[in-house]
């Protein structure tokens, strides 16, 4: 059984950081793609950034240069860390796992709430 268990989230200023972690579990051969998402309410959850196993990564428009991606290939963990926080970067923020225990599949995880205040 495979567990993607996000944490980092919570409430902070405009201007503040925060950094997410997201770390996979279980019966895992092999890790692909690794990627965070986020919805905010009332909207579709959309693509924040992504990195593949070679550490390439591609970043949604809104958070270039702000957001930054990385991994731990050996932990099989992902990192999101965020920097100069906007009120409109509130969302709950999911990551997602393309890995492979009998077969590849896509896994999420729970979500963490994070809040950015005026």
């Known amino acids: 059984q495979v567990q993607l268990v996000e944490s980092g989230g919570g409430l902070v200023q405009a201007g503040g950081s925060l950094r997410l972690s997201c770390a996979a579990s279980?019966?895992?051969?092999?890790?692909?793609?690794m990627a965070w998402y986020r919805q905010a309410p009332g909207k579709p959850r959309e693509l924040v950034a992504a990195?593949?196993?070679?550490?390439?990564?591609n970043y949604a428009d809104s958070v270039k240069g702000r957001f930054t991606i990385s991994r731990d290939n050996a932990k099989n963990t992902v990192f999101l860390q965020m920097n100069s926080l906007k009120p409109e970067d509130t969302a709950i923020y999911y990551c997602?796992?393309?890995?492979?225990?009998?077969?590849?599949?896509?896994?999420w995880g729970q979500g963490t709430q994070v809040t950015v205040s005026s």
């Open positions: 990195i593949t196993s070679g550490g390439s990564t």
């Open positions: 997602k796992a393309n890995l492979r225990t009998l077969r590849w599949y896509d896994y």
């Open positions: 279980g019966t895992i051969s092999s890790v692909n793609l």
